[in-house]
């Protein structure tokens, strides 16, 4: 069971209650997003998608082979900013286009329920919600609608855009590790979160930066790569007194 129990939620809710009271506006949340708002990850289903469908010209003989290396060899960094500098020429409209076929593709879409409630408490209260991910911004955004986030306030890996058309220019910090910060600081003109949820330990600088509530979510099966950054993170939410997730499967 990947689902939170009410019980952790109602906590959670009642922490946010407590922080919304004690703080004038703004009020502001942030969230990762693959693996703290849904069971898979939305960037590189998006990069698969367009390898599958031929959507894009001029990319290595092997693209997901020649990604991994990038990650691996030079940096993440460079590795993610890649994935938005690949849609360079096209237009933005039709990027968006394919990130929603993409989404739809995907049904039914692992969200976490729990999650739901507890950004639908958040926007019950006038907290601005954003996602901050490491994936490209577009990737995301239709995911994060299920949400009730708008595209606005998604940040992710972006280039700058002109005349309608994506370029291959990067766009604003590389919202990974603590670039995740930085970027949201960015957006919220240097408001830090009431509350902030994350899986592995390259959100810790996320939560860190949340003033009251912090979420720690570790619902990956023990085969996936993330399985033992997600028991990392949830170790130190446990010695952190933070609220944490982890389903009774897990091992503690």
């Given at each position: 069971m990947?689902?939170?129990p009410?019980a ?19 009020k502001i949340?942030?969230?990762d ?6 069971d898979?990850?939305?960037g590189?289903?998006?990069?698969l998608y ?5 959507l894009?010209?001029?990319l ?7 990604y ?10 460079v ?32 969200t ?5 409630q507890?950004?639908?408490h ?8 954003f996602v ?11 995911a ?7 595209q ?11 005349n309608?058309h994506v ?10 590790r ?15 979160p ?12 996320l ?10 979510m570790?619902?990956s ?24 997730f982890l ?6």
């Open positions: 990947k689902e939170m009410q952790l939620i109602d906590n959670v809710k009642s922490a946010i209650d407590r922080a919304v009271a004690e703080i004038s506006t703004p949340a942030a969230f997003a693959d693996g703290t708002l849904w898979t990850d939305m590189e289903n998006f990069f367009q390898i599958n469908k031929k894009l010209a001029g290595p003989q092997d693209p997901w082979e020649h991994h290396r990038m990650k691996k060899e030079i940096s993440p960094k590795a993610y900013l890649w994935l938005a500098q690949i849609n360079q020429g096209q237009p933005l409209d039709q990027v968006r286009r394919w990130s929603e076929d993409c989404l739809r593709a995907q049904q039914p879409v692992p976490f329920a729990g999650q739901k507890i950004i639908d958040l926007h019950h209260h006038g907290v601005k919600v901050v991910t490491a994936s490209i911004k577009w990737s995301v955004e239709p994060a609608a299920l949400y009730g986030i708008p606005q306030n998604v940040l992710g890996i972006t280039t700058k855009i002109k309608g370029t291959d220019e990067q766009d604003g910090p590389i919202t990974w603590e670039g995740k910060v930085t970027g949201l600081l960015e957006a919220t003109g240097g408001a830090p009431l509350f902030a949820s994350g899986n592995t330990p390259g959100d810790l600088a939560l860190e930066s949340a003033t009251h509530v912090r979420l720690a570790a619902a099966d023990q085969k996936s790569e993330l399985f033992a950054d997600e028991l990392r993170l949830v170790d130190i939410a446990r010695k952190r007194g933070w609220f944490y389903p009774p499967s897990h091992p503690s």
